[in-house]
C-alpha cells in the first residue's frame, strides 16, 4: 500500500508561482507512474500532469509550458512546478501514484491541496 502526502498549495496572485509537493511512502517499489490531478468547484477530475518511473511526462493541453512535473527518486517525491497561474487553475489539487504508467490505473490517492489564484 502506497501513502501520499501533498503540499505546498496556497493563494497566489494571477501570474504567480507555486510548487506542489507529493512524498510516497509505503510499498514505493511498486509504483510505477505518479501524477496530478485537480478538481474545481462544480467540474470533474481532471488530469494534469503524469511522470512515469523511466522518466516520460505528459501534460493536460491547458498546462503545457507553464507547468512542470519532476520528481526526485531519493526523497521519494513528485513536485509540479505552477508558473504563469491563472484563475482557472484554482482547485484542489491530487496526487496520485499507480503500479502501471496508464493514468487511468492510478489507485493511490493523497488528500489534497488546494491551490486559489486571484484575478
Known amino acids: 500500500q502506497v501513502q501520499l502526502a501533498e503540499s505546498g498549495g496556497g493563494l497566489v496572485q494571477a501570474g504567480g508561482s507555486l510548487r506542489l509537493s507529493c512524498a510516497a511512502s509505503?510499498?514505493?517499489?511498486?509504483?510505477?507512474?505518479m501524477g496530478w490531478y485537480r478538481q474545481a468547484p462544480g467540474k470533474q477530475r481532471e488530469l494534469v500532469a503524469v511522470?512515469?518511473?523511466?522518466?516520460?511526462?505528459i501534460y493536460a493541453d491547458s498546462v503545457k509550458g507553464r507547468f512542470t512535473i519532476s520528481k526526485d527518486n531519493a526523497k521519494n517525491t513528485v513536485y509540479l512546478q505552477m508558473n504563469s497561474l491563472k484563475p482557472e487553475d484554482t482547485a484542489v489539487y491530487y496526487c496520485?501514484?499507480?503500479?502501471?504508467?496508464?493514468?487511468?490505473?492510478?489507485?493511490?490517492w493523497g488528500q489534497g491541496t488546494q491551490v486559489t489564484v486571484s484575478s
Open positions: 496520485a501514484a499507480g503500479t502501471r504508467s496508464d493514468p487511468a490505473y492510478f489507485d493511490s
Open positions: 509505503g510499498s514505493i517499489f511498486s509504483i510505477n507512474a
Open positions: 511522470i512515469t518511473s523511466g522518466g516520460i511526462t
